[in-house]
């Protein structure tokens, strides 16, 4: 059975992964700190992951084969992700722009 690389508790994709399946838990598995890291343990072998698929379609792991991504299928699991900015005189233009696109 291969081994499921997990984010680490704190990340949206950890309570994705525990809402999808529901409470069974891998034989094995290995956590980390973000998608990048997921997405090169995955190429050197280590295990599977749950990605969301805009992390993976066009990475350049996913480019050059060494990683892949498969649909899931009959998830009916949402993620609402929310903005939240400070209430402040001036913020960075950046941020303001973030802000003001959604």
Same mark, same amino acid.
Request: net charge neutral; hydrophobic share 40%.
């Given at each position: ?35 990048? #890291?997921?997405?090169? #343990? ?39 992700? #929310? ?20």
């Amino acid at each position: 059975r291969e081994a499921l690389i997990a984010m680490r508790s704190g990340y949206v994709m950890h309570r994705y992964l525990h809402r999808l399946l529901e409470g069974r838990g891998p034989a094995l598995s290995y956590t980390t700190d973000g998608a990048e #890291m997921g997405k090169l #343990m995955v190429a050197e072998g280590l295990g599977a992951t749950v990605l969301p698929d805009f992390s993976v379609i066009g990475d350049p792991l996913e480019r050059c084969g060494a990683i892949t991504h498969r649909p899931l299928t009959d998830d009916t699991t949402r993620v609402l992700l #929310m903005l939240r900015r400070r209430r402040a005189e001036s913020v960075p233009r950046a941020a303001h722009d973030l802000h003001e696109a959604f």
